[in-house]
């Protein structure tokens, strides 16, 4: 069974700083996908940004990016220029690029690291 | 685009009352859903998956008979609590992978659900 590791459950960065969330995940598998998640108080999961393990390059999406390692089985987040908006709880998430039963799978995620943001 | 929806937001019942969520994918067609479960503080527990027609896969430790799993059409899928109990109260989130496009899931707004 895969794994999620989020060892921060809570980081503080100043406004317009840039702050990094680690995330590292445990996998046999060689195919798979790699997410952020976003959950702010209203707890509407909104997707941040996509991995796909095959593609090397790593996504970025404005002021999101990431740092996949994919030996070293680990997709941390930074964010720069760091906003209020910003502030929400943070999960990492795994996807097996496998289509069991005609299907896909569904994702295992994190524990959260929860981001404040200091005006 | 990609919208999916859930009814209720909220729900409170009674111990021993059965009470059913749905989630509906608005704007495209879901081949798969999924139904997660998180606890306060917590982070999201995938429950089960659901293919449209096709028995529901539950999560190792999920009971089948009390989370009944419904996917009867492409745009809907129900998730019924039956003989709820208090511990059963807790966040449900559903979320939805359009047909032919597996690798993306769009997640619904959630159901609260309280059993007193």
């Known amino acids: 069974a895969q794994t999620v590791t989020q060892s921060q459950p809570e980081m503080s960065v100043q406004e317009a700083e840039t702050v990094t969330l680690s995330c590292t995940y445990d996998t046999s598998e060689s195919d798979y996908y790699l997410f952020w998640y976003k959950q702010p108080p209203s707890r509407q999961m909104i997707l941040v940004i996509r991995?796909?393990?095959?593609?090397?390059q790593n996504a970025t999406e404005n002021r999101f990016s990431v740092n996949f390692q994919k030996a070293a089985k680990s997709f941390s987040l930074k964010i720069s220029d760091s906003q209020l908006g910003d502030a929400a709880m943070y999960f990492c998430a795994y996807r097996s690029a496998r289509r069991s039963g005609g299907g896909a799978d569904g994702l295992t995620f994190g524990k959260g690291t929860h981001l404040i943001i200091q005006p | 685009g990609a919208v999916v929806s859930q009814h209720p937001s909220w729900v409170i019942c009674k111990s021993g009352t059965s009470v059913k969520i749905e989630c509906r994918s608005l704007d495209f067609q879901a081949t798969t859903m999924f139904w997660y479960r998180q606890f306060p503080k917590q982070s999201l527990m995938l429950m089960a998956t659901?293919?449209?027609?096709?028995?529901?896969?539950?999560e190792q430790g999920v009971e089948k008979d009390k989370f009944l799993i419904n996917h009867a059409s492409l745009t809907l899928s129900t998730l019924t609590v039956t003989s709820a109990h208090p511990e059963d109260s807790s966040f449900y989130i559903c979320?939805?992978?359009?047909?032919?496009?597996?690798?993306?899931?769009?997640f619904g707004p959630g159901t609260r659900l309280t059993v007193t």
């Open positions: 991995q796909e393990a095959y593609k090397q």
């Open positions: 979320s939805a992978s359009p047909a032919g496009i597996s690798s993306w899931q769009y």
């Open positions: 659901s293919n449209e027609g096709s028995k529901a896969t539950y």
